[in-house]
């Protein structure tokens, strides 16, 4: 069973950059499209960034386009989302999540989730 840590959250100034990182565990590692997501309070958890499996696909919600870049380390078994001119409406729990097959936009279509790191935008 695949287990997915998060990190790299913090709190910046609007216009600053962070990144995150997902630490997954598990030779399945390789095999699963992998998601980061969001959520603010009172609000749904949204898509955020996916990469497939191989890396060579990704998709990003209009919302983070060009400002945000997904990629994997698959010898390091890792994801990142580099989070660059922050705003404050990207102030949420972060999220990743994996699943086997191609990368979705839906939440329950993902069989692994992390805890959460928070990132917080200050204007």
């Known amino acids: 069973q695949a287990q997915l840590v998060e990190s790299g959250g913090g709190l910046v100034q609007a216009g600053g950059s962070l990144r995150l990182s997902c630490a997954a565990s598990?030779?399945?590692?390789?095999?699963?499209?992998m998601g980061w997501f969001r959520q603010a309070p009172e609000k749904e958890r949204e898509f955020v960034a996916g990469?497939?499996?191989?890396?060579?696909?990704?998709d990003y919600a209009s919302s983070v386009k060009g400002r945000f870049t997904i990629s994997r380390d698959s010898a390091k078994n890792t994801v990142y989302l580099q989070m660059n001119s922050l705003k404050s409406e990207d102030t949420a729990v972060y999220y990743c999540?994996?699943?086997?097959?191609?990368?979705?936009?839906?939440?329950?279509?993902?069989?692994?989730w992390g805890q959460g790191t928070q990132v917080t935008v200050s204007s």
């Open positions: 999540a994996a699943r086997l097959g191609r990368v979705s936009a839906t939440t329950t279509r993902y069989d692994y």
């Open positions: 990469i497939s499996w191989s890396g060579g696909s990704t």
């Open positions: 598990g030779r399945m590692f390789s095999s699963y499209a």
